[in-house]
């Protein structure tokens, strides 16, 4: 009879030296990024050394940033970090009290 080897990566997140999820995305977004200012700093006639060591400076934060966050939310904690900035601390409300707990308000009419 013939043995096959479970999969075992099937159904788990993509994972490349540690990373996981969106920070793969980052990672490679952020040295692409690295690589095109590199090019273009180049090509603008900027010195050479100044070149390599602005492009290494900013690949050496963008790898240990990406690792940092990686480390610190974990694979869905920068969603949940991002999400948090859109949602409202407290809820305001401009009505009375009254209003609010369905309570309306007794008209007096003055009889003449």
Known sequence: MAEYQINKGVGRQAEF?????????????????VFLLFVV???????????????LSAATVLV???????????????QKLLSSHRHPRRIVHRRAVGRLLGMARIRRTVKP
């Not at 030296?17 to 040295?31: D, I, N, P």
């Not at 690792?67 to 920068?78: D, I, K, Q």
């Open 17 to 33: 030296q540690g990373l996981t999820a969106q920070y793969l995305y980052l990672f490679v977004g952020g040295l692409a990024a």
């Open 64 to 78: 240990w940033g990406t690792f940092h966050l990686n480390r610190r939310f974990g694979p869905h904690g920068l």
């Open 41 to 55: 700093m180049h090509a603008a006639g900027c010195g050479q050394m100044i070149s390599i060591l602005t492009a």
